[in-house]
Antibody
């Protein structure tokens, strides 16, 4: 069974940093691109960014709203994807979801599995 | 960025009704269009991929159609468990963008 479990959320002051983790199980993690999607309280879904698999260069792409502040990385030996968030702003307050791109041969592709989400609150 | 415009933003229908949601892309995205269902307090779930393909395990009352810029999502017979917000999402170009969502309620 595919599972994605996010951790690392919490309350953080503006300007500080936080690192989220997404621990995967039930599939060959290294074969898939992984993405992060967020949802501000009462709002819609916003794609944050993704990291391709090593077979596709392991490169990353980001939304303009987080580019230069957020960094996605992966440790295939541990089946974990990370979201390093620096210079946090109040508008980054959201539930952050880890997702899997469904197709190994097409990156990006639809998100077929999602974690339960972790809440990040940026407030002084 | 490609803008995805969903309508309506909310709707109320009776059990057994046919429900239709539309999604319009600001430019041609071929069939790179997905539909997700999000129930309150839960993560989204993929229902339809590539505009018209039903994800494994999803009930056949859900369907999708369209290509290019105009897409439609249909629930053929609304059930109480379908109460949720539905989002379209394109993946033709980065950044991947979502529609603003359609909240479906029971009348």
């Amino acid at each position: 069974e595919v599972q994605l479990v996010e951790s690392g959320g919490g309350l953080v002051q503006p300007g500080r940093s936080l690192r989220l983790s997404c621990t995967a199980s039930g599939f060959t993690f290294g074969d898939y691109a992984m993405s992060w999607v967020r949802q501000a309280p009462g709002k819609g879904l916003e794609w944050v960014g993704f990291i391709r698999s090593k077979a596709y260069g392991g490169t990353t792409e980001y939304a303009a709203s987080v580019k230069g502040r957020f960094t996605i990385s992966r440790d295939d030996s541990k089946s974990i994807a990370y979201l390093q968030m620096n210079s946090l702003k109040t508008e980054d307050t959201a539930v952050y979801y880890c997702t899997r791109d469904s197709r190994r041969w097409l990156q990006p592709s639809p998100f077929d599995y999602w974690g339960q989400g972790t809440l990040v609150t940026v407030s002084s | 960025d490609i803008q995805m415009t969903q309508s309506p933003s909310s709707l109320s229908a009776s059990v057994g009704d046919r429900v239709t949601i539309t999604c319009q892309a600001s430019q041609d995205i071929s069939n790179y269009l997905n539909w997700y269902q999000q129930k309150p307090g839960k993560a989204p779930k993929l229902l339809i991929y590539d505009a018209s393909n039903l994800e494994t395990g999803v009930p056949s009352r859900f369907s999708g159609s369209g290509s290019g810029t105009d897409f439609t999502f249909t629930i053929s017979s609304l059930q109480p468990e379908d109460i949720a917000t539905y989002y379209c999402q394109q993946y033709d170009n980065l950044p991947r963008t979502f529609g603003q969502g359609t909240k479906v309620e029971i009348k």
